[in-house]
């Protein structure tokens, strides 16, 4: 089976700005699959599609699908 590696990243704050507007690099995974999760919202709930990655410590994460790239 072929590993797809990618690049995971994340939100952060920039100084004196109230929303997040910097994606920054966090480490790399390995790609497993698709997956689906959700939140809860004042007028129900909105689902939204992941990428279920696993950590080179083994943690596997369900992660945003815009916050990961696919390594080439």
């Known amino acids: ?3 797809r590696k ?3 990243y ?3 704050k920039e100084k004196e700005k109230t929303c ?3 994606k920054v ?3 790399e995974g390995i790609f497993h699959q698709f997956g ?3 939140e809860e919202l004042e007028m129900g709930s ?3 599609t992941t990428a ?3 950590m080179p410590d083994g943690e596997i994460k369900n992660i945003p699908v815009g916050l990961v790239v696919f390594k080439s």
Do not use: L, P
Request: positive net charge; hydrophobic residues 40%; aromatic residues 16%.
């Open 25 to 27: 690099r966090v480490r």
């Open 10 to 12: 994340e939100w952060k």
């Open 1 to 3: 089976m072929e590993t």
């Open 52 to 54: 279920i990655v696993e």
């Open 20 to 22: 997040f507007k910097k």
């Open 36 to 38: 689906v999760d959700y």
């Open 46 to 48: 909105g689902n939204y």
């Open 6 to 8: 990618v690049v995971v």
